[in-house]
């Protein structure tokens, strides 16, 4: 099973870090001379501490996220013998259940999680089948079916609590592994084909549960601690949806379906706020940087990115002359500009605050014309590698709110077909029986799009461009349900 490590800054691979090193200090600092005050402006986080004076942040953000959190409502619990090998091999996941407080699960999954898909599957996917239609698909489902039970259940709890865990005691945070996501995409994704496989043999009641497991399972992953595991769970949630969608405009759901899985959607938990990651987990990175750098040297703190990069020789940097609480001031400031665009009301409002970190990062970039400049402080060069285009990310967590409601209101548009024999002529009339006001576009704040066509309908958001396509077409980035009854 292929290990993936954390990814600060939503992709910090794409963002530079291929090509990033740093020559040896003149006067790296001693462990027992302080360099930095340990503060909220400065460290962030106050602890906890290690030996040499900096912020374990790995454990500060095990410690903030483990909150409130049982191995009775911990889904990630379940998760985990899901995804992996049972006995687990000694390692990575060993030291996962010991920090979860558990003994490593000795029985069941013997069978290991297919990396690759089998044929048929795209289409397994995508519309409700029968085993004679894709017997690959129903062969590679059959051994998965203890797996998949397993996330079933885990779905039902409401709180997701993945520890991180370092190989060795001295790996920095950025190097912290998630071997769990590869297992976890390949078995979203085989429980959604099996999904479609009941909706197909007309089990509308299981069809139902597994449906309404991925999307609570993605939301519940949003409350791991990085960026790219937010998205991850984004995407599962999306999974979810798509089926629930394909069985509401298809005619496949009888009305006490349909309520069932309003109901559920609803009751699911809450989505963790994109904006979250960077008050803690993805700020950590760079605030580890700097301290490591001010005690030991930025050639030693350089050496956790020596995987990711080549060699490149930039201009040493004085220790012990380097004002290293302002520069952990100056990483904070970005990361809470970060925090705060997404804090915004509006989707509009997100992007205007985005667009203005963006802008000053450019000013920054240019001035000192790249991140290989001898001019430029360390601290900016990592701001300039590592702070990311934030503009992609809470556009997929828009577009994760907008699919929710377009969801809910092919689920109501259904109930309506089957009580009036006909859609509505108009949104607005969903309402107060299944919303308390029509259906909005959170791309726009304004409603969403909507026609009826013969039997059937079109309901589409306009996506983040904010327009239709033209003479009402669809756009490339428009999301959009249809109805063709």
């Not at 993605?218 to 089926?243: F, K, Q, S, W, Y």
């Not at 997929?396 to 699919?403: C, D, F, L």
């Amino acid at each position: 099973m292929r290990a993936t490590t954390v990814v600060v800054g939503c992709l910090v691979v794409v963002l530079g870090l291929t090509h990033f090193s740093w020559a040896d200090d003149p006067k790296p600092a001693a462990a027992d001379q302080p360099r930095f005050k340990i503060a909220k402006e400065t460290t962030y986080v106050t602890g906890p501490v290690r030996p040499d004076g900096t912020i374990d942040y790995v454990e500060a953000i095990n410690e903030r996220l483990s909150k409130g959190v049982t191995k009775e409502n911990n889904a990630a619990i379940l998760m985990l013998e899901a995804v992996t090998d049972i006995p687990a091999p000694a390692g990575h996941y060993e030291r996962v259940w010991q920090k979860l407080g558990l003994p490593v699960p000795q029985t069941a999954n013997n069978v290991p999680v297919p990396q690759a898909d089998p044929p048929g599957m795209d289409d397994a996917l995508k519309h409700p089948w029968v085993a004679e239609k894709h017997p690959e698909v129903a062969h590679y489902l059959e051994p998965l079916e203890g797996r998949l039970n397993l996330m079933v259940e885990a779905s039902q709890r409401d709180h997701y609590y993945m520890p991180l865990v370092r190989e060795h005691d001295t790996d920095p945070l950025v190097s912290v592994l998630l071997p769990h996501l590869s297992s976890q995409r390949h078995l979203v994704n085989a429980l959604k084909a099996r999904a479609m496989l009941r909706l197909g043999d007309e089990d509308i009641d299981a069809f139902c549960r597994d449906a309404v497991a991925i999307v609570r399972l993605g939301r519940l992953m949003t409350h791991a601690p990085t960026l790219i595991e937010n998205l991850v769970g984004a995407a599962c949630e999306a999974n979810g949806l798509d089926a629930i969608n394909t069985a509401a405009t298809g005619g496949w759901l009888p009305e006490a379906q349909i309520d069932h899985l309003l109901k559920e959607l609803r009751a699911a938990p809450a989505p963790r706020q994109f904006y979250d990651v960077f008050e803690g987990g993805e700020r950590g990175f760079l605030l580890e940087f700097l301290q490591t750098a001010a005690v030991h040297g930025v050639a030693e703190a350089q050496k956790a990115l020596e995987p990711m990069r080549d060699k490149t020789i930039l201009p040493p940097v004085d220790s012990a002359a380097k004002d290293w609480n302002a520069a952990m001031v100056k990483a904070n400031g970005w990361y809470d500009r970060l925090a705060d665009a997404g804090k915004q009301p509006t989707h509009a409002a997100r992007m205007k605050a985005t667009n203005a970190v963006l802008h000053d990062l450019d000013a920054l970039k240019s001035k000192y014309a790249g991140w290989k400049s001898a001019f430029a402080p360390v601290e900016d060069r990592l701001i300039i590698l590592v702070v990311p285009s934030m503009e992609r990310a809470y556009t997929v967590e828009t577009r994760a709110a907008v699919q929710r409601e377009l969801t809910e209101t092919a689920l109501a548009l259904a109930a309506f077909h089957i009580k009036m024999g006909e859609y509505p002529p108009e949104l607005r009339l969903l309402a107060p029986a299944y919303f308390k006001s029509e259906p909005i576009d959170g791309f726009t704040d304004k409603p969403l799009t909507y026609r009826t066509e013969g039997k059937g309908y079109t309901l589409m958001s306009v996506g983040p461009d904010g327009q239709v396509g033209k003479q009402g077409a669809k756009a490339a980035d428009d999301l959009t349900i249809e109805a063709m009854q």
